[in-house]
């Protein structure tokens, strides 16, 4: 059970958009429409932002959107915010039946 | 919806320690839960979760033996017991509610538990 691989960090201005992988196996990512995404501000609980790959949670703005193509998810941020720099974490479904999150990703707005 | 975890502190190596999750504004016996952990400075790590009845359990490979999810639907309560706990094992410990295919819908809030001499 390997974490999922995402880059450590990315960037963007505001206004901007931008997109953080997330890269499994055909055990995880690429087994099912299972692919979730959490946001985290410094000391606080994460935040569950899209399920089952692009859909939101109500609340959630619709910049925010998920896709998956193979063992490789993907959240988009569009319109960037000073308020969207926060970490981010996806997490996939098995097919052991267990979860498995991502390393997570540092989005820094510039 | 409200998930309050306790339990958490200061065990020595080797110690044991249960932590527990009270669920409040939902039907509780409806849904999965999860405990979820997060090293300081580090990500998310799922832990293990169990079904409504609590008939069927899952644990992440390598904390299988050591740690035991458990619930009572009655309390409205989800539990971890943690045996043999190691440096390691120092984290947040974050209950959650599931839905299919995922979890954290929503979290709680956390409990600290640190393990050291």
């Known amino acids: 059970q390997s974490a999922l691989t995402q880059p450590a960090s990315v960037s963007g201005s505001p206004g901007q958009s931008i997109a953080i992988s997330c890269t499994g196996t055909?055990?995880?990512?690429?087994?099912?429409?299972?692919v979730s995404w959490y946001q985290q501000y410094p000391g606080k609980a994460p935040k569950f932002i899209i399920f089952?790959?692009?859909k939101r949670p109500s609340g959630v703005p619709n910049r925010f959107s998920g896709s998956k193509s193979g063992n490789t998810a993907s959240l988009t941020i569009s319109g960037l915010q000073a308020e969207d720099e926060a970490d981010y974490y996806c997490?996939?479904?098995?097919?052991?039946?267990?979860?498995?999150f991502g390393g997570g990703t540092k989005l820094t707005v510039l | 919806v409200q998930l309050v975890e306790s339990g958490g502190g200061l065990v020595q190596p080797g110690g044991s320690l249960r932590l527990s999750c009270a669920a409040s504004?939902?039907?509780?016996?409806?849904?999965?839960m999860s405990w979820v952990r997060q090293a300081p400075g580090k990500g998310l790590e799922w832990v293990a979760n169990?079904?409504?009845?609590?008939?069927?359990?899952y644990y992440v490979d390598y904390l299988k033996g050591r740690f035991t999810v458990s619930r009572d639907n009655a309390k409205n309560s989800l539990y971890l017991q943690m045996n043999s706990l190691r440096a390691e094992d120092t984290a947040v410990y974050y209950c959650?509610?599931?839905?299919?295919?995922?979890?954290?819908?929503?979290w709680g809030q956390g409990t600290l538990v640190i393990v050291s001499s």
């Open positions: 169990i079904k409504q009845d609590g008939s069927d359990k």
């Open positions: 055909s055990s995880d990512v690429g087994a099912y429409n299972f």
């Open positions: 089952d790959v692009n």
């Open positions: 997490c996939s479904y098995t097919t052991s039946s267990t979860l498995v």
């Open positions: 504004g939902f039907t509780f016996s409806a849904y999965y």
């Open positions: 959650a509610r599931d839905r299919v295919g995922a979890t954290g819908d929503p």
